[in-house]
């Protein structure tokens, strides 16, 4: 069962901040260990961009995560990335034509998931879509996304505490589906549920993402807003869960949880994204680093585009940058494999991999769902059955009788036998008897008369 309160407060929580941001410092680090040159060339003219823009200067992970840096070689053109969240609004425009496509599955939005649905934080989608993606002004100003060439799905979700007539549980299962079947090559999951487990449907739902090569971006969830630890759909295997930082690249303790399902570190501290209205507010939470995740696998697709699920995400934990807080092991329970680098995921040389470094899910359900144990074999002889000769028929049933007058059995089973060991018995202790009664007399006449 999914926890309603847990989903509804982690979702809040999220976006607690209403004003912006003040301007931050960018983050600058550099991986660790033997990174190879680029191996993709560039393949379209870097975005406009104003690093002086009051609002571009707020996004210090397009720096601190060498985001820019990537833009040199792609800036996510060729890819969608579908957000499940409370919807993507208008945002008085600022997405243009990047939104190419929507539905609602909670029973409550607009047809085209274009309709923020709930009562308690209906801009989460659209601050999580315009982190992700948002293309930025034509003059180098104003919000931008980390793929800002990427499209956009938007599946709105009645999360708890709004009015959706649909199960969330079933909303989400239902969501996965249809982004799939509507071209997601990324899928964004910024809530949590609170609970290390998750309804059945989702083994399905992911499942079918997995068989279509769709990367899961999933948000490991806030401390702050009461997730202690990590929690559905980041328990799910082969999802790639987001963990949180704060500016400089210490893992947070508000806004986020930590975890060792944790695959990657991205900023959740600080942020800025659009509201429904086009206004630009600050929020904090792993729901915004997660889209920034989300952002940096759109700009590894488009880069490499022959590169499977498994292999996007196994670039983008390889060429994590390591902080000296992590331990040896890797991943680390605090870090995952180290804080995001979009530029190395993009244009480091990584061997490839034939299998999701994050989980199995299809041998987990086959481990702990029972759902495809094999058929067991049919027996089969090992010796030859020997004949038996069949038992002698029952003996006919006689007559009844009186059971007060003796019978054939009774006499000769009973009544000799008995008289057999009695009379002799019988005679022998007379015979003693009569033995010892003369001896006595015997002794009686020899005794001395006084």
Same mark, same amino acid.
């Given at each position: 069962?999914?926890?309603? !309160?847990?989903?509804?407060?982690?979702?809040?929580?999220?976006?607690?901040?209403?004003?912006?941001?003040?301007?931050?410092?960018? *983050?600058?680090?550099?991986?660790?260990?033997?990174?190879?040159?680029?191996?993709?060339?560039?393949?379209?003219?870097?975005?406009?961009?104003?690093?002086?823009?009051?609002?571009? =200067?707020?996004?210090y992970w397009l720096d601190g995560a060498r985001i820019r840096d990537a833009?040199?070689?792609?800036?996510?053109?060729? &890819?969608?990335?579908?957000?499940?969240?409370?919807?993507?609004?208008?945002?008085?425009?600022?997405?243009?034509?990047?939104?190419?496509?929507?539905?609602?599955?909670?029973?409550?939005?607009?047809?085209?998931?274009?309709?923020?649905?709930?009562?308690?934080?209906?801009?989460?989608?659209?601050?999580?879509?315009?982190?992700?993606?948002?293309?930025?002004?034509?003059?180098?100003?104003?919000? #931008?996304?980390?793929?800002?060439?990427? /499209?956009?799905?938007?599946?709105?979700?009645?999360?708890?505490?709004?009015?959706?007539?649909?199960?969330?549980?079933?909303?989400?299962? +239902?969501?996965?589906?249809?982004?799939?079947?509507?071209?997601?090559?990324?899928?964004?999951?910024?809530?949590?549920?609170?609970?290390?487990?998750?309804?059945?449907?989702?083994?399905?739902?992911?499942?079918?993402?997995?068989?279509?090569?769709? @990367?899961?971006? &999933?948000?490991?969830?806030n401390r702050g807003s009461g997730t202690p630890i990590v929690g559905a759909?980041?328990?799910?295997?082969?999802?790639?869960?987001?963990?949180?930082?704060?500016?400089?690249?210490?893992?947070?303790?508000?806004?986020?949880?930590?975890?060792?399902?944790?695959? *990657?570190?991205?900023?959740?501290?600080?942020?800025?994204?659009?509201?429904?209205?086009?206004?630009? @507010?600050?929020?904090?939470?792993?729901?915004?680093?997660?889209?920034? &995740?989300?952002?940096?696998?759109?700009? &590894?697709?488009?880069?490499?585009?022959?590169?499977?699920?498994?292999?996007? !995400?196994?670039? #983008?934990?390889?060429?994590?940058?390591?902080?000296?807080?992590?331990?040896?092991?890797?991943?680390? *329970?605090?870090?995952?494999?180290?804080?995001?680098?979009?530029?190395?995921?993009?244009?480091?040389?990584?061997? +490839? @991999?034939? =299998?999701?470094?994050?989980?199995?899910? /299809?041998?987990?359900?086959?481990l702990y769902r029972r759902a495809s144990s094999p058929a067991k074999p049919?027996?089969?002889?090992?010796?030859?059955?020997?004949?038996?000769?069949?038992?002698?028929?029952?003996?006919?049933?006689?007559?009844?009788?009186?059971?007060?007058?003796?019978?054939?059995?009774?006499?000769?089973?009973?009544?000799?036998?008995?008289?057999?060991?009695? *009379?002799?018995?019988?005679? !022998?202790?007379?015979?003693?008897?009569?033995?010892?009664?003369? !001896?006595?007399?015997?002794?009686?006449?020899?005794?001395?008369?006084?």
């Amino acid at each position: 069962m999914l926890s309603a !309160i847990a989903v509804s407060t982690a979702l809040a929580a999220s976006a607690a901040l209403a004003a912006a941001p003040a301007v931050a410092a960018p *983050v600058t680090a550099t991986a660790t260990g033997s990174v190879q040159a680029a191996t993709p060339s560039p393949t379209a003219p870097p975005v406009p961009d104003d690093p002086a823009d009051p609002i571009r =200067a707020q996004e210090y992970w397009l720096d601190g995560a060498r985001i820019r840096d990537a833009w040199n070689t792609t800036l996510g053109e060729g &890819v969608t990335i579908a957000v499940l969240d409370t919807g993507i609004g208008r945002a008085g425009g600022a997405f243009g034509d990047a939104v190419v496509d929507g539905v609602d599955e909670s029973g409550v939005g607009g047809k085209n998931g274009r309709t923020p649905v709930g009562v308690i934080n209906s801009d989460h989608g659209t601050l999580v879509a315009s982190t992700a993606a948002a293309p930025g002004n034509s003059d180098g100003t104003g919000m #931008i996304g980390v793929a800002p060439r990427a /499209k956009l799905l938007s599946v709105s979700l009645g999360f708890p505490g709004s009015s959706a007539t649909v199960p969330f549980a079933e909303q989400v299962a +239902k969501g996965m589906r249809w982004a799939v079947d509507h071209g997601a090559d990324i899928i964004n999951l910024s809530f949590t549920t609170n609970t290390l487990d998750w309804d059945k449907s989702w083994d399905d739902a992911f499942l079918y993402a997995y068989e279509h090569d769709v @990367v899961v971006i &999933v948000a490991a969830g806030n401390r702050g807003s009461g997730t202690p630890i990590v929690g559905a759909p980041a328990t799910i295997p082969g999802v790639l869960t987001v963990g949180g930082v704060d500016q400089t690249g210490t893992a947070s303790v508000e806004a986020s949880t930590q975890g060792i399902t944790i695959g *990657v570190m991205a900023p959740s501290e600080q942020l800025i994204g659009l509201t429904p209205d086009g206004a630009v @507010v600050g929020w904090r939470g792993t729901s915004g680093a997660a889209p920034i &995740v989300a952002g940096a696998a759109a700009l &590894v697709r488009a880069a490499h585009p022959e590169l499977d699920a498994a292999n996007v !995400i196994n670039r #983008i934990i390889r060429t994590a940058i390591r902080v000296p807080e992590m331990s040896a092991n890797t991943p680390d *329970v605090e870090y995952g494999y180290g804080l995001l680098d979009a530029h190395a995921a993009v244009t480091a040389s990584v061997p +490839k @991999v034939d =299998a999701n470094p994050m989980g199995d899910l /299809k041998e987990w359900v086959r481990l702990y769902r029972r759902a495809s144990s094999p058929a067991k074999p049919t027996p089969e002889a090992t010796a030859t059955p020997v004949a038996v000769q069949p038992l002698p028929a029952a003996d006919p049933p006689r007559k009844p009788g009186s059971p007060l007058l003796p019978s054939a059995e009774t006499l000769r089973y009973g009544t000799l036998p008995l008289l057999a060991l009695t *009379v002799p018995g019988t005679l !022998i202790a007379l015979g003693v008897t009569a033995a010892a009664r003369r !001896i006595r007399m015997e002794r009686g006449r020899r005794t001395p008369t006084p």
